[in-house]
């Protein structure tokens, strides 16, 4: 017994040796090697990969960061991102205060870790994203944002503003391994009240005034219809005069003299002119001729 005693005591000491030496790197996280002692003191240059990691814990350590995407929200809403007001102001090309909403998504470079070491010092990802990203990212949007008006920003100008804001975030970041995947509104920018009325004092103007050139394009079409209709109507009134008017030129045209002094006979002149000098072989009575109808020329 003393003699496996003799031994449990080295083992366990050996165990717990071990077991402050080693750490495991996760997937989606990296490592660096922080000499505390020796001549080589300082970060090792190159990152731990995923796996199995032994070390002396009395002469060094192990920090890990985290090689997914973060976001960070910093909202107006105490409802969404942190239980308190973080939303961000910036001043615009006239001179105007404008509030928002923003959200940042970002990685490190699992190349470049050690150099970040170097520049915070901290393993606490979360107070690098609310702290030193924060005020890069403020200072970002206020440079950008002072290079568009108040009305630019709220309409077309808005998505390039964003992007060259996103762009100046990331040369600010880029030597300690921050890649910028996003950074952007959360809605809409929110200038000041006044700002927003006259916006859409101007938007309903000039609604109103492509509603009123439409009312004048249908009021013309409705008056180049009528006019339409009158004049076909007219037309076709000068048409039926006109065919009129031929039809008694021919109708006149066709009646000779002859005609005329026909036309002004009795009926009884029409009969003897008609007349052959035979008497009927049928009478209707007495010794007079049997009338005659009307001869027609």
């Not at 003699?3 to 165990?15: H, M, N, S, T």
């Not at 403020?138 to 008006?149: C, H, L, P, V």
Request: hydrophobic share 40%.
């Amino acid at each position: 017994m003393r003699k496996w005693a003799g031994l449990a005591v080295p083992l366990i000491i050996i165990v717990f040796f071990f077991a402050g030496c080693a750490t495991r790197i996760g997937p989606g996280r990296v490592g660096i090697k922080v000499d505390l002692a020796g001549t080589q003191r300082g970060v090792e240059d190159l990152p731990i990969r995923t796996g199995w990691v032994f070390y002396n814990f009395l002469s060094s350590t192990v920090v890990e960061y985290p090689t997914s995407i973060q976001t960070a929200k910093w909202t107006k809403d105490v409802n969404e991102g942190a239980a308190i007001n973080e939303e961000m102001s910036f001043n615009t090309k006239d001179g105007l205060t404008v509030y928002g909403d923003l959200s940042v998504s970002y990685h490190l470079d699992s190349a470049k870790v050690p150099a970040f070491y170097v520049k915070f010092r901290n393993d606490n990802i979360d107070q690098f994203t609310h702290g030193f990203l924060r005020n890069v990212a403020r200072d970002a949007i206020n440079r950008t944002g002072s290079q568009y008006t108040v009305q630019e920003i709220m309409g077309e100008k808005k998505s390039e503003l964003e992007l060259n804001s996103r762009k100046d975030l990331q040369q600010q970041v880029s030597d300690i391994g921050v890649e910028i995947d996003q950074f952007g509104f959360i809605g809409s920018p929110r200038p000041p009240q006044s700002v927003i009325d006259s916006i859409n004092s101007k938007v309903q103007a000039q609604q109103i005034a492509v509603q009123k050139q439409n009312e004048l394009v249908q009021a013309q079409a409705d008056a180049a219809k009528l006019v339409a209709a009158a004049e076909g109507q007219a037309k076709a009134q000068v048409a039926i005069a006109t065919g009129e008017a031929e039809s008694n030129r021919l109708r006149a045209a066709s009646i000779s003299e002859n005609i005329i002094k026909w036309q002004q006979l009795t009926v009884t002149d029409r009969w003897i002119a008609k007349w052959n000098g035979q008497v009927p072989s049928v009478q209707a009575g007495g010794n007079l001729p049997g009338m005659l109808l009307d001869i027609k020329p």
